[in-house]
Every structure is written in structure tokens, then in C-alpha cells.
């Protein structure tokens, strides 16, 4: 289905998208909803949780600013999306490998990495 593509695949850690992201064609990125959802769930034990949901939230912001402004998936949404949301998914990433050693690690969301998203590019 995926046929010759390239480029960033959001998907969530099935294992099943092994065979379509390990083509060395397309780098596999992670969903902000399932990120945001672990952290929601961490907020009773872990409040500083909250710091990673506000990130997250302005990520929305700048998608709903898009979507307000009729931009969606033109060069001003990339651009917006360059300019808002990857300093915020930097600031996001710097974040969760700062809480990493705090925390125990939950098999698959042991690790933080970055999402493509917001750059527009790989």
C-alpha cells in the first residue's frame, strides 16, 4: 500500500509497522496523542508530567492557529510549524530525556525521540 513512499510514517509502536519503517525509506514517528495520553496517565505519581502536557498544548495551539487561518498543509503551515513547534518539540524532547533517569523504564516508551512533524522534514 505504502508502495515506493518516503519520508516520516506517525505511527504507534506496534511492531507490526517493523516491515514498512525498516526499508531504511521511511523514518517512524511517534503520535503526540499517545505521548500525551502516557503522561496524562503519570500525572497522579508524577506531576511534573504536566510540564510535558503544556508543551504539548502549544504544539495544538499552533495546529489550531493553522487550521483558524485556513493555512493547513501550505508553506505558511510549515513555516509556522518551523518557526512554533519544533523550538516547543525540542523544548518537549530536552523534557522527557531530563525525567528519563527518574522514572523506570515501561518497555517500548523507554526511549524519547524526536518527531519529524514539526520540521517538515526527516
Known amino acids: ?3 515506493d513512499s518516503t519520508g516520516a510514517l506517525v505511527v504507534d509502536m506496534y511492531t507490526g509497522y517493523n516491515q514498512v519503517t525498516s526499508t531504511g ?3 517512524r514517528s511517534g503520535c503526540l496523542a499517545h505521548a500525551r495520553r ?3 496517565d503519570a500525572l ?3 506531576p511534573e508530567a504536566k510540564t510535558g502536557l503544556d508543551f504539548i498544548r502549544d504544539v495544538y495551539l499552533v495546529e489550531h492557529d493553522a487550521k483558524a487561518a485556513g493555512v493547513v498543509r501550505t508553506t505558511e503551515h510549515l513555516r509556522m510549524r518551523q518557526a512554533c513547534s519544533k523550538p516547543l518539540m525540542d523544548r518537549l524532547h530536552a523534557f522527557l530525556t531530563d525525567q528519563q533517569p527518574l522514572h523506570l523504564p515501561k518497555g517500548q516508551w523507554a526511549r524519547p525521540s ?3 512533524s514539526a520540521t517538515g522534514k526527516n
Do not use: V
Request: proline content about 0%; overall charge positive.
Open 38 to 40: 502516557k503522561l496524562f
Open 1 to 3: 500500500m505504502l508502495g
Open 44 to 46: 497522579s505519581t508524577a
Open 25 to 27: 525509506k521511511r523514518t
Open 114 to 116: 524526536r518527531t519529524s
